[in-house]
Each structure stands twice: as structure tokens, then as C-alpha cells.
């Protein structure tokens, strides 16, 4: 039973950030999924993988994940590049590329 602690990178769809400052612990996959040959549904044994856990830090995660005796793996965050973007050198006279409609 080995657990992943990661926190989750916003979503790209949307410009704020919402949910993603939380750490996740979740568990890995301990039996591969099978498709269930009457309906065609991927089902699972494992009911572990349901679980989803959040905490304010990664200290608070790694401290249950300690008490609670389960092995763990911690993914680093990776902050957001944040680009730079000025409407009006869309229209400027010395753009390297042509920019149309």
C-alpha cells in the first residue's frame, strides 16, 4: 500500500486557482483494472483507490502518512510559469510574424 503526495496543478481550462494549493495524498493502483465482460465497465478490486485525502501542507500529509504507517512518495509541486501577455503587441508596426484575424 503505497501512497503519492502531490499537490494537483490548476486546471487549464480556468484562470484561477482554485483547489490547487492543497497537498493530495492518494494511493497507488495495487491491482491493474479489469474490464468487466458483461457491460464493458472497468471495474476494480481495490477500493483504496477511491481515497482521497487533502492537506494544508505537505508536513501535515507526511505526518498522517507516518502515523498511519503507510509508505509513501512524495511529487514535488511545480509552480505555474506565468507569461507575460500585452494585448496591444498584438497591433504593433515591428512584429517579427504577420498576425492576422
Do not use: C
Not at 494537483?8 to 497507488?28: C, H, I, T, Y
Not at 477511491?50 to 501535515?60: A, G, M, P, V, Y
Amino acid at each position: 500500500m503505497v501512497a503519492r503526495i502531490y499537490r494537483p496543478a490548476r486546471n487549464a481550462m480556468q484562470s484561477g486557482k482554485g483547489k490547487s494549493q492543497d497537498w493530495v495524498l492518494v494511493f497507488e493502483p495495487e491491482v491493474p483494472r479489469s474490464i468487466e465482460p458483461l457491460m464493458g465497465y472497468t471495474s476494480s478490486g481495490d477500493m483504496k483507490q477511491q481515497i482521497k485525502l487533502r492537506f494544508d501542507t505537505l508536513e501535515d500529509a507526511e505526518s498522517y502518512a507516518r502515523r498511519e504507517g503507510i509508505a509513501y512518495v512524495v511529487q514535488p509541486a511545480q509552480e505555474a510559469t506565468i507569461k507575460k501577455v500585452s494585448y496591444p503587441d498584438n497591433f504593433r508596426f515591428d512584429r517579427k510574424a504577420p498576425w492576422t484575424h
